[in-house]
């Protein structure tokens, strides 16, 4: 086994973080792990929005939570949020950012920092409540948000678990 190998066998999806703020330096490395991901075509038609303020990441979440009517979400309270968006128009916006997103979820692993993909956004980013703080991160109207990377550091230290799935060699 190699570090990189055991890297991903570690990665788990984190729902707990504690306030400690991550680092503009690590947000940049994360980000460009991101930006590292394949591309259908190589169109890059992606961009990756970086919210740190911990109150703008509520207020994107208490409007999710009012379209959805979810009292008190809050994405579990990480410090950070990347937000990968893509073009509309894309056929591969969404493999593409599904792509950037495990790159970032890797990358931030490998920097002790947790994260978890959060789904909501996907089918309400056009809503009326939503898009215009979309419009305020300066997110493209054009764009979608097919799954974001709620980050932050650990509460409690990864347990490593079996992963299931099937296999099958045809030799
Ligand atoms: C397409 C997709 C959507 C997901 N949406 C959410 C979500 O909205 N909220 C959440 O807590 N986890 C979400 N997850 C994380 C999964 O629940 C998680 O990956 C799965 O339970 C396996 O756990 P692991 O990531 O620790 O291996 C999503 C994962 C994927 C791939």
């Not at 075509?41 to 409007?63: C, E, G, H, P, Y």
């Not at 410090?79 to 593409?96: H, K, V």
Request: proline share 5%.
């Amino acid at each position: 086994m190699n570090n990189f190998i055991d890297l991903i066998l570690s990665r788990r999806s984190i729902r707990k973080f504690n306030n400690t703020p991550i680092s503009k330096n690590d947000l940049e490395l994360i980000v460009k792990a991101g930006l590292a991901a394949p591309s259908g075509k190589n169109k890059r038609t992606w961009k990756f929005t970086v919210v740190s303020s911990t109150s703008k990441i509520q207020m994107l979440a208490d409007a999710i939570g009012e379209v959805l009517s979810r009292k008190n979400y809050n994405f579990y309270k990480p410090t950070a949020l990347i937000i990968p968006s893509n073009s509309r128009e894309s056929p591969w916006g969404r493999d593409d950012n599904a792509c950037a997103l495990q790159n970032i979820f890797l990358a931030a692993h490998s920097l002790q920092i947790g994260s978890v993909w959060i789904n909501q956004l996907r089918d309400i980013c056009d809503h009326e409540i939503i898009r215009p703080i979309l419009d305020s991160f300066e997110i493209p109207k054009e764009h979608i948000v097919y799954g974001l990377a709620a980050l932050g550091y650990i509460e409690e230290p990864l347990k490593i678990i079996e992963r299931t799935g099937l296999i099958h060699f045809v030799e």
